[in-house]
């Protein structure tokens, strides 16, 4: 099984998408990290395509879905 290089995350209240691209980093508890293009949200996926943590530095609402787009 391939890790997936990109993830959408979707986040509602308000509604927003962000397209998620592996850094090649790897996470503090074995997770992958994934950026979005502005630098501005940081998310970590484990191997089970679970977020773990989410850091931004904007207010996101409620981030309620990551999907692997490959």
């Known amino acids: 099984m ?3 290089k990109r993830y959408r995350l ?3 209240d308000p509604y927003r998408e962000f397209l ?3 850094t090649g980093a790897m996470g503090s508890t074995g ?3 994934y950026v979005d293009d502005s630098g ?3 998310v ?3 191997d089970a395509g679970e977020v ?3 850091t931004a530095a904007l207010d996101l609402g409620r981030p309620v879905l990551a ?3 490959d």
């Open 2 to 4: 391939t890790t997936p």
């Open 67 to 69: 999907e692997p787009l």
């Open 40 to 42: 501005a949200v940081r």
């Open 10 to 12: 979707v986040a509602t």
């Open 31 to 33: 997770t992958e990290v």
């Open 20 to 22: 998620l691209t592996a």
């Open 52 to 54: 773990r943590t989410i």
């Open 44 to 46: 970590e996926i484990d």
